[in-house]
């Protein structure tokens, strides 16, 4: 068979599968999207309503700006505290040696963990009766001790941050440590024999250097930020109340609990179109990678 | 305070930090394993000292809670997933990384931009679709959804590994007269085969780990680790002796596995953008 045939038969099951699992299902989302679509009367999905739907949502749901609120405030303060911190540890960590080296192995394994049990790990460290991270901070200061971190709207968010960062600090620590291996040495030392001061390196000739892998990291973890439910619904299943509903659980709730499929199908495509952005971004971050 | 007193107080405050932030990383899951030991009165209370007992295990595994149902579900559902992914991936990523394509970059970026998409937009139409043809709280159903968060980590990685193969050896066979499909048995195979492992062990870990699909497509009699966890969430309040030992089951053995390819985590997970 002739190469130009054979490279699209092989190719062919690869897009049928993508095509089917994930183009068609998103189509199929924004169908639903249009229509009046309760899961629980018969003759699903039922009257047609044009973009009715996204209308209530954005008009109409205190809730769906609740969950975009709380979405944006976790989007934001997860990625900065995440990329600022694992910065941070991959500086330290990059000299390498044993010491070091053996760290960068243990770092794999919180990524290894499930989300969703992190989140049942977080809800155990913060039990204000035996859990560890509640007698810590207790200790620390000492207007937190036994508190019910859990049933507080703003604690129970800082939990959900927190398990959020703690469980993505050792991935990106490692893809920066990578990144930060890959500078030259010389253009380091050159900076530093000229007279420069560790600070002005690292923000004159470091960061510059390590912005192509900054960018990777900063929008591969605001794209998991945003679609954040699985530790969400273990750890405080958005509440107290609302206040830890992102729009992933927010969209769960409405579609699957309350049987209002075509409204959630709704918001759930409103969700889509940041994460265009997002991904055209790091399209081209990946396309300028392997035309190097 | 001189030149090498300085730096010798900068190294000491460095392991300092250093060792901090593994305490942190490490504690939790520390914790987690010894209440798994613990027996229920233990674990309310912050002792490091106890009388460590297996009988968690036992309980998890024994009727009502089943554990070992839902380890098997885990395991056929993640390496059906697997075993489908990775011989498809493996196709298209050759033909990826050898040929040029008319509209490679728009399939390679829809690819890319699939795995971006929210799973609950996904999930949705599944549903509906699964409910009228019966494949809810299937196996073959949870496979099916699966396979869209697997599929583009798998063709990323994959290709990854074969732009890494040089290609004199591929042409010097066709030269002598092999096909392609020969050359790609024969000589790519081979070659690819720890890249492929690599890979499947990557989507392995994603597959097991994976909550949201199976919390929505399964209920009974499908259900896989993550969700069983839920098991133990008990009108008196969480089982936590019960919780950790099945937190045990499901990431000691995907430690295992990171272990094995951490140094390709990186890549399969940021999918090339990162070497």
Redesign the interface.
Known sequence: ?R?NT???L??L???L??F???????I??FR?SLFQGR?TRPG?PQGFLGFENYVWALTEEPAFWNSVAVTAVYTVLTVGLTVALALG?AL??VPGGR??MS?Q?????????????IG??????F?P??G??D?FFGLVIPPLADISWLSDPVLAFAVCVMADV?GW???LT??LI??LAAIPRDTIEAAQVDGASGWQVFRDVTIPQLLP?LA?VII?KS?FS??T??QI??LTNGGPGTATQT??HY??FN??KYGQ?GY??AV??L??IP??F??YA??K???R??QQ | MSAASRRKFWRTAQAVVIVIAVAIMIIPIIWIFMAAFKSHVDVYQLKLLFKPTFSNFATVFASPYKLGDKLVNSTIVATTTVAIAIPVATLASYSFSRFRMRGETTMLVMILATQFVPAVVIVLPFFVMFRDVGLLDTRTGLVLVNLAIVMPFAIWMIKGFIDGIPIDTEEAAMVDGSTRLQVIRNIVLPMAAPGLITSGIFCFIIAWNEFLFALIITNKESVTLPIGLALFKAEEGDLWNLLSAAGIIIMLPMFVLALIIRRHFVQGMTMGAVR
């Not at chain 1, 089917?20 to 998103?26: E, I, N, R, Y």
Request: proline residues 5%; charged residues 10%; glycine residues 4%.
């Open positions: 068979m190469d054979l490279k699209y092989l190719v099951p690869a897009i599968v993508v089917a699992t994930a183009v068609w299902p998103l199929q989302s639903f899961l699903f540890l330290l960590l010491f070091r760290v192995t243990l770092l794999i394994l919180p990524f290894a963990m499930s989300p969703a049990l049942v790990s977080f809800r155990f460290m039990n009766e035996f560890l991270f007698a703690w600090i050792p991935f490692l893809v990578g990144g892998v990777v591969l794209i945003l679609k439910f699985d619904y273990m729009l992933s969209v769960y579609g699957l499929l959630s199908a759930a495509w969700m889509v994460m265009i997002l991904t790091y399209a971050l990946v396309f990678r392997t």
